[in-house]
């Protein structure tokens, strides 16, 4: 039970130490991180680059790719990306592991009491921060040597001594005892740290340690493998990028085991256990990513064939408006009438899908609803205010002005048809999670309304695309016609709640939406 406690205890101030010192190196960053992986991974070495900065920094390669995750997720990065960034995550990682290697462990009470004194008196916040990080060390440090203080016993059982060896003879078994513990853990570098204080007690040799480390790495990958459940199709093909990426590296890196145990040696002291796995680490996910990079795009190409499917990426941000263009107040006018004419035909086409979701009772189609309605939100931030920019322009002419002024109104007006579908789908949200269910006859009402309400604001955004009147004698038209059937659609409900043809609850959903 000691050695059990011991091991715990000793894990629990690691990966505490771990966490913490990573959430002082982010506080420390400050939103920079996300804006580093977003801008600067266009070039997949700076990719690499990228993903091993980040990770470096926030201390989880498993948080770097659930963030690409993320991102791919929303249309910001493209597959190719993610799979470099991924990589430079793997690299980033090792760094926890060479840290350790440089046997700090007698020391960790003063790297506590150092890091505590900056922590817990330092006025400004960035010394707070660094006091932090230092702290963080000290305890991982600490976390560390009670580990291995508390394996040390084990050398004296015949039984363990046993299980290290059949792991020597058969490698796949380090392989799956790496990702399960990687797994349990939910720490690679955690269980990398297990490693070394194991082999630094003698417990393990080198042989024995490098296929657990190489588990280690797909054992990782299960953070990002949650993460992309119930994600699109793209955030499902980085997750098996990451997947593919590791499990390749290990059946390569078994095939050529004593070779890689020779260049281990090679470029390690040989008195120094830690250090010669830290150096694998960092070696197997160095050389995993030369393998890779030069063929990225061939590898993201066999993932697309692995997870095949297509799926429309609604680009989040505008794609028109033009900050060169500002100083020309009619081409800007005109850049932005094309990026509301986008918004128009996104909200237009969240407007069929949210009544869509309603009547089939779609949650995957939901999900895309409450996703695009984001996309218009931003567009009419964006526009707004690339249109007040213009209106700062002196050199508008009078029909210029009158222009502006419509399309001011048009954002804000387009804006609140995207409202309107959020609010739908949340009504058909609330409809499928508490069993509420419409006559035939009261969804044929709603259908018939909705295709004359789209029909309208569709010929609204073509009277404005094409500048064509009759489309907007057309919406004209229509608009008493809504008026009337809105009226009438009302009375037929009452009519039916009078007759108990339908509940109350689902009468106050009808209301709604008419």
């Keep these: 039970m000691t050695i059990l ?48 900065l980040v990770t470096a920094i926030i201390q989880s390669s498993s948080a770097t790719t659930v963030m690409v995750v993320g991102f791919v997720n929303a249309g910001l990065m493209n597959l190719k990306q993610a799979i470099s960034v991924i990589m430079g995550a793997n690299i980033g990682t090792t760094m926890t592991a060479q840290l350790i290697a ?28 660094i006091g932090q990080v230092v702290f963080s060390f000290g305890l991982l440090l600490m976390g560390l040597e009670i580990m291995g203080a508390s394996m040390n016993p084990l050398r004296e059982y015949p039984g363990f001594r046993d299980a290290i060896a059949s792991f020597g003879e058969y490698k796949i078994l380090g392989v799956l005892i790496g990702i399960l513990m990687t797994m349990i853990i939910q720490s690679s570098s955690a269980t990398i740290g297990i490693l070394m204080a194991m082999s630094t007690q003698g417990l393990i040799p080198l042989e024995v340690a490098l296929p657990v480390l190489l588990g280690d790495n797909i054992g990782t990958c299960i953070t990002t493998v949650l993460a992309s459940i119930g994600a699109k199709l793209s955030a499902k093909r980085a997750a098996v990028a990451h997947v593919l990426f590791n499990v390749t590296g290990t059946i390569i890196f078994l095939t050529f085991m004593p070779l890689f145990i020779k260049l281990v040696l090679a470029i390690s002291p040989a008195d120094d256990i830690a250090r010669q796995i830290a150096n694998a680490h960092t070696s197997f996910n160095l050389i995993n990513t030369m ?17 095949p499917g297509e799926e429309k990426i609604i680009k989040k941000g505008p794609i028109y408006l033009d900050q060169r263009v500002l100083s ?8 932005a009438n094309l990026e509301i004419i986008r918004m128009g035909e996104l909200a237009a086409d969240n407007l069929d899908n949210a009544m869509r979701t309603f009547v089939n009772r779609d ?31 002196r050199g508008l002419t009078e029909s210029s ?26 009504l058909a949200e609330i409809s499928m999670e508490e069993d509420i269910y419409f006559t035939e006859y009261a969804l044929s009402e709603l259908k018939i309304m ?12 073509q009277s404005l695309k094409d500048n064509d009147i009759s489309f907007a004698d057309k919406v004209l038209e229509n608009e008493p016609k809504i008026d009337e059937m809105e009226k009438r659609l009302r009375r037929n409900h009452i009519t039916r709640l009078n007759e108990g ?12 939406i008419i």
């Design 401 to 426: 002005s009158s222009l502006h002024s419509g399309l001011l109104h048009a954002v804000n007006d387009i804006e609140r048809v995207g409202d309107h579908a959020h609010n739908i789908a949340h």
């Design 501 to 512: 043809q339908c509940i109350p609850h689902s009468g106050v959903i009808f209301l709604d």
């Design 450 to 461: 909705h295709k004359l309400v789209s029909d309208t604001f569709r010929a609204a955004m």
């Design 291 to 307: 393998l890779f990079l030069p063929m990225i795009s061939y590898f993201a190409h066999f993932v697309t064939k692995i997870v």
């Design 5 to 52: 406690f011991g091991l715990l205890g000793g894990l629990a101030l690691f990966i505490f130490g771990m966490h913490f010192m990573g959430e002082g190196l982010q506080k420390a960053a400050g939103d920079r991180m996300q804006k580093i992986l977003e801008v600067l991974t266009s070039v997949p070495v700076i990719g690499v680059l990228v993903g091993a």
């Design 102 to 129: 440089f046997k700090l462990t007698e020391y960790y009470l003063p790297i506590i009491a150092f890091g505590f004194g900056f922590y817990f008196f330092a006025k400004r916040k960035s010394l707070k921060y």
């Design 363 to 393: 949650t995957k189609l939901l999900q895309d609803v409450l996703e695009i309605e984001d996309v218009i939100d931003q567009l009419e931030e964006n526009i707004t205010e690339y249109l007040a920019r213009i209106s700062q322009n």
């Design 328 to 335: 020309s107040p009619s081409i800007a006018i005109s850049v």
